[in-house]
């Protein structure tokens, strides 16, 4: 639905670090929620879920660089997230990327994320993926709060639900396997909030285009 819709909205503020800092930890989905695909079979079986679902949070995550000149060999980890379910492709099982692909290219499945101009170059420069049908949810983010600067993921949790999502794994190893439990939430939870404030920010702009019906 377009943003664009709300031209009377009030402009919300844009919480300061400092503010975040002092809010509620996010929890987020819990582990047994989260289910990791290492082999054929539960490769055919994440595909099947996820294909009945026309909208997905998405995300990927690879080890840092630390050294000046270092160019990352990731994504090492591919998230896809529905409201009950985050499912995490280790890319180092190649049956994993051959399945995600069909998801990640088929354009009748909307793939919602933030900062999906980096997933979208570094996944078709390692496997050749191309990413399609997607929605950069900073951007609209920004539309619809009216906020000027740019929002990302934990900006975009404090602002809809009032809590602060952690960013303490985002610098771990993510070529390793298996994956430690913190590691399995960061990853989940990034790709799972993406899409709970897409449908969020969806369910605020039609009710607000009932209100202003009325």
């Not at 503010?19 to 996010?26: A, F, K, T, V």
């Not at 997230?81 to 049956?95: D, Q």
């Not at 191309?130 to 609209?140: D, H, P, R």
């Not at 975009?156 to 960013?167: D, E, G, P, T």
């Amino acid at each position: 639905m377009n943003t664009d819709s709300l031209e009377n909205k009030d402009p919300m503020e844009r919480p300061t670090k400092e503010q975040i800092r002092d809010l509620p930890i996010y929890n987020g989905i819990s582990l047994d929620n989260i289910i990791v695909v290492t082999n054929k079979a539960d490769s055919i079986s994440a595909i099947a879920e996820l294909r009945t679902h026309s909208c997905l949070g998405f995300d990927t995550e690879s080890k840092p660089c630390f050294i000046k000149g270092e160019v990352s060999d990731g994504p090492h980890l591919i998230q896809l997230a529905t409201k009950s379910k985050v499912f995490l492709f280790p890319t180092k099982f190649y049956e994993n990327v051959t399945a995600i692909a069909e998801i990640l290219s088929d354009p009748t499945i909307r793939k919602v994320g933030f900062g999906l101009k980096e997933d979208k170059k570094i996944l078709f420069r390692k496997f050749g993926i191309k990413l399609v049908n997607t929605e950069e949810l900073s951007s609209k983010v920004m539309r619809f709060t009216q906020i000027k600067q740019r929002v990302g993921a934990r900006v975009a949790v404090a602002i809809f639900f009032n809590q602060r999502l952690s960013k303490s794994a985002q610098q771990s190893n993510w070529s390793i396997f298996p994956l430690h439990d913190h590691q399995k939430k960061y990853a989940a939870n990034d790709a799972h909030t993406a899409l709970l404030i897409e449908l969020e920010i969806e369910l605020e702009i039609e009710l607000e285009i009932e209100r202003q019906s009325h």
